[in-house]
């Protein structure tokens, strides 16, 4: 068996250098790649994917699962060879379901979608993109019947971006949360707007860049195993946990966008940055799910980093930073500015209390997509009524309304909900962080973030992908993924801010 | 037969996919890669590596040629189909004779003896490198028997970096040029030495940045395949002719040291972004030997970039740039500063009137080496003989001696010929393109290169492997590898600077 194990490990960790080093190719894609090299990248990435696929959906690798199950079956079903055996079979099931030829065609469909949507966006026309949209949809329900049978048509792509999760689980979080996020919104609505002009003028960038490399240093970025760089829009990319990189992108009229992108994308990257040596070059050293990788994101970004006790901290090094542009600025005003709640068309801009509306609509509209209940001609309509209902506003156009995204055009359909069911983890973990160490926001005050960045590592980052991550949840908080904390989290923080 | 090299094309276009991705993991460890990547980095080069060598050398290709050599046989013998096929058939021959074990053990001991030099270089310690300096030259010779019967021992060695070339070859062309360079030397030294102080002072990093960057982009180098970023030391990387890389250091108290890598590296990127689009994806679209690739540096190095026209157009721009530094220094005094011919320990470091003398000591030795007639515990007094035999000095230790090349270390004992090959080879063009471009000096003088690139690109560039090294030297100039033109220009250039 020990033999069988190793063989199996060795073909998985060529796989495992393979995808990373696509993760290379694609990084210097979007920082450093010459513009007339993109053909040439093209065919890089195209070859290297191929054969990771190749490797990993050979019959070698099914026939060493067959031969390994019942041999781990008798392993502690939490060691690492176990659930290491499992995962993969997961993948392996998965990937071998769909054939190459579909592989191709997506990529063929969704390179064609991107360029049309390109175009379409700022022309704010949207009959441009449709017949693409059209494909890209067709494209999916057929990948979705590799997968039947299936409670709901969206599962598979669903679980595509998050493993284990289903529509109609997804359907029940957001219809408890809908309401309480309408409700909180309207009484927002109805105290005095925060003030957050002083975010709206000139900052040098180096100086924001130089900031934003203080806070994250301090957070336990380690630049030994990553660097920032910068690219049209942040994100960040691993090559391995030693080697996690991060990008932003500087506004020079808007102090919160780099400060606050830089912050998430940290907690991204301190996330892969701690995956356990052990798990390297295996399946269990990739992300468990879209939405705890965005739980990460979003606790360094917003329970940290828009928190006041943080500030506490920090606000008079940003005012010596910045003395001209925030000297007269005090740091209650700072505090409410940054936090200020505001309905607006477009997503990535929202904030943390209209954000999971945005998410919503999406998955709505996904849904009646891929189960034909709209016509995909009739979906600005869908889109601007969903706009006014939840939020209060309609798009004057495609370009600020349906066109927004990228994710369609890209074959993303099935991924928005994890960025809302990410912002419910994050405060779920908040809650059992703050119980297992009281005196968090002293420290935070003190700008000390160790103790919090040793319970992440140890309690989430440290597994990798060994546990699905509905079951890692539910070990660390008790409970399953849960709206509520969410909800008391925005109430509590408005509340004072606003006086609700 | 189409449908055969249809096949054929299609795995070798993987290969060439599989080796441009190494490039670009080789070319991030040098510039952007964080420390602790190092490992990872490690293991994803050699996946890639490998992947590409089984893909290469697998029996599939080898059945293809073999069906495609009578096919091919019918079609003009210059056509790029036939060439395909032979230099494919050739590298097929060569690499299908190493086993994939001797490919794997070579990678261990040359990562052994690297970090051994990098540790005994500064030690000044030749005991610590020499136990993995014998483990390699073991492993060079076991490679040559691979290649028996051969005329010569090092003749294999010889023709991994220079294909075709044989050691005899190589002495016989190094024992006309030797006494004829010993004696111009000798000539020079009675001479009263050039002056080059102003070299020597400050020149801040960005200005020299920017007067490079102005200089290649006149020579043609064309930044929308290309970028430039610094490294420890200067080299250029191409990921396909539309991603062809450079990178330069600076030391901020000699200018000549980054004018001059800049001017090299470019020399290397122009030859290949010039590759023909249509031998792309296939083994032609490489470089055909590195001699040849040298003389294109060299070319745009020394014969332009060292040339009195060349510094007749561009002086008044680096006297404007440097105003202090070069005011006072005219173009007279600053044409012989950067010629200044003084025999010095360290190759990398040397003129063009010593240069190859650094080489033909290399050569000797590694010959020795490999034949067993220098014990390689003796090689540091070997050395320094050979250093005051040619160059009249001695170093003083073996770090400015043996130890000062990291060649050895990674096992490339057979490739400083073609550096000295490539500065003989880059005159015997020269003297082609004046006799094609009669008014070339002219242009320069005006800051032309368009003639000069075109010829280039026409008789070299284009042409990628497509002819062995030798053949487009004998196409393109009338001859072989010859030193007399190289003599002619150093005895012209030299009398002339220093009045002989």
Redesign the interface.
């Known amino acids: 068996m020990k033999n069988k194990l190793a063989q199996l490990k060795s073909i998985l960790?060529?796989v495992y250098?393979?995808e990373?080093?696509a993760h290379?190719?694609e990084w210097?894609m979007q920082t450093?790649?010459?513009?007339?090299?993109s053909?040439?990248?093209g065919?890089?990435r195209?070859?290297?994917m191929k054969?990771a696929h190749e490797k990993f959906t050979s019959p070698e690798v099914g026939e060493l699962l067959q031969d390994l199950a019942p041999l781990v079956a008798q392993l502690p079903p939490d060691s690492d060879e176990t659930r290491l055996v499992q995962v993969t079979q997961r993948r392996y099931t998965k990937k071998t379901r769909i054939p190459a030829k579909m592989v191709a065609e997506r990529a063929q469909l969704t390179t064609a979608a991107l360029s049309a949507w390109e175009q379409a966006r700022p022309e704010n026309n949207f009959a441009r993109f449709l017949p693409h949209l059209e494909k890209v949809v067709d494209w999916k329900r057929r990948y979705a019947e590799l997968y039947a049978p299936y409670e709901h048509i969206y599962d598979p792509l669903l679980d595509e971006y998050e493993p284990g999760m289903k529509t109609a689980q997804v359907q029940a979080i957001f219809a408890a949360l809908r309401p309480q996020q309408v409700e909180l919104l309207r009484a927002i609505s109805e105290r005095p707007q925060a003030d957050d002009a002083f975010l709206h003028i000139t900052y040098p960038e180096q100086k924001q860049w130089d900031f934003g490399v203080e806070v994250i240093t301090r957070f336990g970025y380690?630049?030994?195993?990553?660097?920032q760089?910068r690219s049209a829009h942040p994100f960040t990319t691993n090559?391995?946990p030693?080697?996690v990189?991060i990008t932003t992108r500087f506004l020079p009229n808007l102090l919160s966008s780099a400060l606050f992108s830089t912050t998430h994308e940290a907690g991204h990257a301190l996330y892969e940055m701690g995956i356990a040596p052990e798990l390297?070059?295996t399946p269990l050293a990739d992300l468990v799910s879209l939405a705890l990788h965005e739980s990460q994101s979003r606790l360094w970004e917003n329970l940290v980093g828009r928190s006041l006790p943080f500030w506490e901290h920090f606000y008079p090094r940003l005012q010596e930073t910045f003395p001209a542009q925030l000297g007269n600025v005090n740091l209650n005003t700072f505090y409410k500015g940054i936090n200020k709640v505001e309905p607006s068309l477009i997503r990535v801009e929202a904030d943390e209390a209209t954000y999971n509306l945005h998410i919503m609509l999406r998955l709505e509209l996904e849904i009646t997509m891929v189960d034909g209940s709209v016509r995909l001609k009739d979906l600005p309509e869908a889109w601007n009524a969903r706009m006014e209902e939840y939020l209060g506003v309609t798009p004057p156009n495609n370009t600020l309304g349906v066109l927004q995204d990228i994710h369609w055009a890209d074959g993303y359909i099935g991924y928005f909900s994890t960025y809302a069911l990410g912002n419910l983890v994050s405060v779920q973990l908040w809650e059992r962080i703050l119980s297992d160490i009281p005196d968090l926001s002293d420290q935070i005050r003190r700008g000390e973030f160790s103790a919090l960045l040793g319970w992440l590592r140890e309690k989430i980052h440290r597994h990798g992908a060994k546990f699905a991550a509905q079951e890692l949840v539910q070990r660390v908080t008790g409970s399953g993924i849960d709206p509520a904390p969410y909800m008391r989290y925005l109430k509590g923080k408005y509340s004072q801010i606003y006086g609700l």
Do not use: C, F
Request: glycine share 10%; charged share 35%; no cysteine.
């Open positions: 960790a060529e250098d393979l990373n080093t290379l190719l210097d450093y790649m010459p513009p007339g090299g053909e040439a990248r065919y890089q195209g070859t290297v054969i380690d630049w030994k195993y990553g660097r760089d090559m391995d030693s080697d990189r390297v070059r």
